[in-house]
């Protein structure tokens, strides 16, 4: 591919989208791109998509992040949250650099590793994806068969859950059952806009105790 990614300018909130990219060009647009870079990557059996995030997407999944990372830490639940790591299967043709994500059930079986290799590896067990720009791709994700997607868009949570092969919304999170999340985890993330970062993850802390308690 005669193609200088690195000349490729996208503005935040936008995207670039590259047809025809074969494996191994993308393997090569990723080497150039680097680990350390604002824009995320998806691609999709030929089709690459290069986005560069809004500054409210990111203050949105840092937020939902630390809720999250609160409630396992509180639930007394190991984990690991890779963030915007990059997932690809070759055989299946995808790749796809969630917001977030945490493998939880399956932290063990990945603990310690530097590399993932999803051909061998399991995928994580929590994606997060924040909607603002309309950058989701459940398809990929349902091709590396992530057993939970998170979709926040428009301050609403979505959570959908993989089943027989395809996503179904849920009212339930697979990891965190029993709990309220579609409507705590969007209350806490506005209130993290008036009330601080620190103050709303304490808030949260102590309504998952309460949960807790009334078991």
């Not at 997407?57 to 990059?86: N, Y």
């Not at 997607?149 to 009212?171: A, C, H, M, P, T």
Request: aromatic share 6%; glycine share 4%; proline share 6%.
């Amino acid at each position: 591919m005669l193609l200088d990614v690195k000349r490729i300018n996208v503005p935040p909130g936008q995207r670039v989208l590259l047809q025809d990219v074969t494996w191994q060009e993308f393997e090569k647009i990723l080497d150039e791109l680097g680990e350390h870079r604002a824009a995320r990557i998806a691609y999709d059996d030929g089709t690459l998509e290069i986005m560069t995030p809004l500054p409210e997407h990111e203050d949105d999944k840092e937020i939902i992040g630390d809720l999250v990372k609160a409630l396992l830490e509180e639930l007394d639940i190991e984990f690991r949250s890779l963030g915007s790591t990059t997932f690809k299967n070759q055989k299946m043709a995808q790749g796809i650099e969630p917001d977030q994500c945490f493998y939880i059930q399956n932290e063990s079986k990945i603990r310690g590793k530097k590399r993932l290799d999803l051909t061998v590896d399991p995928p994580p067990d929590l994606a997060l994806e924040v909607d603002i720009t309309s950058r989701t791709h459940p398809s990929i994700y349902k091709a590396i068969k992530v057993p939970e997607l998170w979709r926040f868009d428009k301050r609403k949570l979505q959570i959908n859950v993989l089943r027989d092969g395809s996503y179904v919304e849920s009212q339930e999170s697979l990891n965190f059952p029993g709990l309220p999340l579609v409507e705590v985890i969007s209350q806490y993330l506005e209130q993290s806009k008036t009330a601080g970062r620190n103050a709303t993850l304490k808030a949260f802390r102590l309504w998952v105790r309460e949960q807790l308690q009334q078991k």
